[in-house]
């Protein structure tokens, strides 16, 4: 598979994505630490008592991040999957990851560094046309066996 050169595309910005949401989860940890604020009594007690067994606007922003992009790479991972066995042009299809990609990573600052609306709505919806347009053509693919 890894010769098919729009897989090989799909994979190297499928591993960038999966990283980002890998450091997505590193910093929700230590911005745990950080602000002492833990979900999980045990936690808490093991960083200084019950007290930090609380929420924190920051680590929360941290989460809402991180969920964010399990609700929209985790599509992409399938589309892409899918839409690379279906014979797209490597320019066209690396367009559509590429952009997926840096839409996401745009869209991680903004959340992160409470970026000025609406730049994060602006990243989520340029990272859904790709998407969609995978979608489409997949299901323009697999028409004629349906």
């Known amino acids: 598979m890894l010769r098919n050169n729009v897989f090989s595309c799909f994979v190297f910005y499928a591993v960038?994505?999966?990283l980002k949401m890998y450091m997505l989860a590193f910093i929700t940890g230590q911005v745990r630490l950080r602000k002492k604020a833990f979900a999980n009594p045990e936690d808490a007690m093991r960083h200084g008592g019950l007290q930090y067994h609380r929420l924190d606007p920051d680590v929360e922003r941290c989460r809402r991040a991180h969920r964010n992009d399990m609700e929209n790479i985790f599509p992409f991972l399938f589309l892409g999957?899918?839409?690379?066995m279906t014979g797209p042009s490597p320019?066209?299809?690396r367009l559509h990851f590429l952009a997926f990609t840096?839409?996401?990573?745009?869209?991680?600052?903004?959340?992160?560094?409470?970026?000025?609306?609406?730049?994060?709505?602006?990243?989520?919806?340029?990272?859904?046309?790709?998407?969609v347009s995978m979608a489409l053509q997949i299901l323009a693919a697999v028409a004629t066996y349906a």
């Open 16 to 18: 960038l994505l999966v």
């Open 91 to 93: 320019a066209t299809a």
């Open 102 to 131: 840096a839409c996401r990573m745009l869209h991680s600052v903004a959340y992160l560094a409470a970026l000025p609306a609406p730049t994060r709505s602006l990243a989520y919806v340029a990272a859904q046309v790709p998407c």
């Open 81 to 84: 999957t899918i839409y690379s």
